[in-house]
């Protein structure tokens, strides 16, 4: 019987008196990975590259969630975390362009206070890394959150990186308040992680100016974000130039001949963060010795 059911399956010829046997066989790889933002030391936020397998943007915002969801099945890199307590179920995604509405359940806010608008920041950012959305809306069994519950902080009719994620306030007056983000490394578990901060600074100067100074300085205000960046480069000047942003330094941006890793991915992740876009273009005393595309760029 099972010899009969095999041979009523398999597409059979027979030529010449011989079988040939056909197989059409395809083997398709949907596997692919996006950007999660998950907890790492100290409650920053990191940015880990999670493999994924759904296709439809609904099912792809789900996936995150559930990597963003403390039990979920998902399994996580050594020494990171989820953010959004558990039991927390998604009950509704609405795609309306590149705006997706999320309503979630009750359990969303039952985290503690501390977290509240880490999980914010980490949905946001998780999200949004999805090149067909821009900016989602947030639900609580159909109501949308206006309000942060328990820090009490209040939220834009429509989130997207603009929110803000790992928020540091460097700032001692109202005067000149620039929102920077830049990017550091944490390393957790042996492992290098990127970790975006959004700085509140009072400095006028353009931004790229202040991200350099940050990535080139002695100084970082925890321990545990690191900058490759020698305080000795010095960024000679800067141009904009349709979608590329060209950034000359001194020789300084060398490390024994080469640029580190950890040095163009810092520097082009924070310009990426900050303006609208598509190349970053070293120099070293006016040469060109390096492109870096945004949608090649990964980690």
Sequence with gaps: ??????????????????????????????????????????????????????????????????????????????GLRAVIPQNTTILDVNIDGKLATIDFSEDLFSGSQELE????????????SLSDIDNIKIKVKGVYVGILPKTRKMLPDSLNKNFGINKVYDIDNRNDINKVVVYYLNRISNNNYYVPVTKYVNDSRDKIKIIIDNLSTNYLYDTNLMSFLNQNAKLVNYALEDDVMILNFNEHLFNNDNILE????????????????DTVLLEVNGKEIERISKNNVSK
Excluded: C, H, Q
Aim: proline share 2%; glycine share 2%.
């Design 1 to 78: 019987m099972f010899t009969l059911i095999i041979l009523y399956l398999i597409p059979l010829k027979i030529k010449d008196n011989t079988l040939d046997i056909n197989y059409d066989l395809e083997y398709v790889n949907k596997n692919y990975t996006t950007e999660v933002y998950l907890l790492g030391n100290n409650n920053f936020l990191v940015k880990a590259e999670l493999l994924m397998s759904e296709e439809n943007t609904s099912d792809k915002i789900k996936e995150i969630l559930a990597y963003l969801t403390i039990g979920s099945k998902k399994e996580l890199p050594n």
């Design 117 to 128: 608008e880490r999980m914010i920041e980490a949905i946001v950012y998780s999200v949004t």
């Design 262 to 277: 950890e040095v163009r991915y810092s520097i082009s992740y924070s310009v990426f963060d900050n303006y609208d876009v």
